[in-house]
Structure formats: C-alpha cells, structure tokens
C-alpha cells in the first residue's frame, strides 16, 4: 500500500520539503491543508480523503528577537584570513662574546641551574646596579623593536641585539642559558615564548614577542614586549592591549611585603573580566639576582 499526500490550494506559510511518491520518504508540511490519498498496489484503488492542517510553533516576540541579534553578530562577525601555522627556520650558529665581558655561572652547564633557596636582600649598590642592568634592557627592547617589519628574520633582530649588547659592556643572558643558542627570545604568533630566532621571515599581519634580558655587573635586568609586523587584525591588537592591561595591573600589586601569588590573582581577575583567560601558567622571573642563576618556567 502507498500513501500520497497532495497539497490543496489553501494558504499555507513555512514550505518544508515537496509532496512525495510511492517510492520518497514521508514529508511534512507546516500551516498548511495536506490532503491523504490511500492506494492499493493490486491495481484496485479505494479513495479515503481526509483533510489534517499541521500548524507551527508560534515564536515570542523575545524568541524572535534573539534570533535576529544572532543573524546580525554572525553577519558582523569579521572573516579572517586563514594563517598557516608557525615552521622552524634554520637556526644558525651562536654568536660570539668578547673575553673581556664578564659572563654569568650557569654557563659551564647546559642543564638548567636551580633556584637559589637563599633570600637576597639588595643594598643601595645592588639596586643601582639593578637598575642599570634593567634600563639597558629596555634600551635593547625598543631598538629591536624598531626592526619589525616584514621579510625581515628574527635571526636578524637577533644578530643586532647581540651587537648592542656586548657594545654596552653586558652578556645576553639567554645565549647559553640551558644550552638555550640565542641572544634574544623571538616568539611569533602562537609561539607562546622564548622561541628561537631563526632563518623564517616574519609576515605582514605578524605579531612578535622580543624577550630581552642582559647580564650587567652581576645582574640580570629582563623585559618583552609584543610588536605589530605590518597590518595586525583588530582580533589580535585587542589580545595584545588586553596582555598590556593585564601587565599593569600586575605590577601595581608589587610592593613589600606583597605576595607574589597576589601577582597572579589580580592578572587572572583582569583577564576573566574581558573573556581572555589562559589555562597555562607561563612567564619570566619577577625580579633580578645578583651572582646567582636566572630560573625560567
């Protein structure tokens, strides 16, 4: 037996599929008068005609409204272009330092050195040094800075770090830490940190991580900063001005006697209240040590 629906010429509203035949699967009108015909396949044919109207849901005005914010947010929503990801270069080998710079003592091994279980209380010397080990750094960051831009390598901005900083006097303090074979720490894109400068060119629409830390008088003065090759996204300097937010409101926590898990408390509020949360803990020293080994996570 084969059951055949007809669609009468009534008013009808929300067309979902076609009538079907003997042979297609059963289909549904919605709104409007279905008219069942039942036939035998014997070749004898027995009408019964009977009318059944199938009526939609009706939708709330707040249902509706949704429904149409959500059509605009996916209209307005802006297509990005499809990045390929992140390749290794080819890393070409350690650039050399003068005898006459003083380097620091993790150098001797390629393992990692321990933190030091000692407490350093820093004197009026100390933070002077300190302080000249830190804006040397700086000075470093935003010279290598100023060489982002597209085709050019990250081996390149390495090469002129290095140059800058034993001109100053100072050790890079990244080049043999834990074998590490660089100057500078040069993280694009998703590379989350200390990555390895290399042969590979960055891209218009980069963005570029530069971790300088240098080795001034026994001390260690360390900072980063991310960089825009060429024309960044909007999706990507939002991230990058949110990190920079999250940064201020970490160093306003710092003062004596603060804990540094207070640090962390404060940045992970920060990045929750804007939708930007990280599940890995990563980052750098919070201070400099005097004579002692830098430690990074």
Not at 13 to 19: K, N, Q, T
Not at 138 to 149: F, K, P, S, W
Not at 238 to 256: S, Y
Request: proline fraction near 6%; aromatic fraction near 6%.
């Amino acid at each position: 037996m084969a059951l055949t629906a007809s669609l009468s010429h009534g008013s009808s509203s929300f067309l979902h599929g076609e009538s079907s035949n003997s042979n297609s699967k059963s289909t549904l009108f919605m709104g409007a008068p279905l008219t069942f015909s039942v036939s035998t396949l014997s070749g004898k044919q027995s009408f019964s005609q009977k009318k059944l109207v199938v009526h939609s849901r009706k939708i709330s005005g707040l249902e509706e409204a949704m429904r149409i914010r959500r059509e605009r947010e996916l209209q307005s929503k802006p297509k990005f272009r499809k990045r390929p990801p992140l390749r290794r270069g080819k890393v070409s080998p350690r650039l050399p330092v003068p005898d006459h710079i003083p380097k620091p003592p993790y150098l001797s091994s390629n393992i990692l050195p321990e933190l030091s279980p000692e407490h350093q209380i820093h004197d009026s010397e100390g933070i002077t040094k300190m302080r000249a080990a830190c804006e040397l750094a700086a000075r470093v960051l935003n010279y290598a800075g100023t060489l982002v831009r597209p085709s050019v390598t990250t081996n390149e901005i390495d090469k002129a770090v290095h140059q800058m900083i034993i001109e100053a006097g100072a050790y890079p303090s990244p080049l043999g830490y834990g074998g590490f074979p660089k100057s500078v720490c040069t993280s694009v894109n998703e590379c989350m940190c200390h990555g390895i400068p290399d042969s590979r060119q960055l891209q218009d629409g980069d963005i570029i991580n530069i971790d300088v830390t240098v080795y001034l008088n026994g001390y260690h003065g360390d900072t980063s900063k991310t960089f825009f090759c060429g024309n960044v996204s909007d999706a990507l300097k939002h991230l990058v001005k949110v990190t920079e937010e999250c940064l201020e409101k970490g160093i306003a926590v710092c003062k004596d006697g603060a804990n540094f898990k207070k640090i962390g408390k404060r940045i992970r509020k920060a990045m929750v209240q804007t939708a930007i949360v990280n599940q890995n803990r990563v980052g750098d020293e919070i201070c400099s040590v005097i004579l002692r080994e830098i430690h990074y996570h």
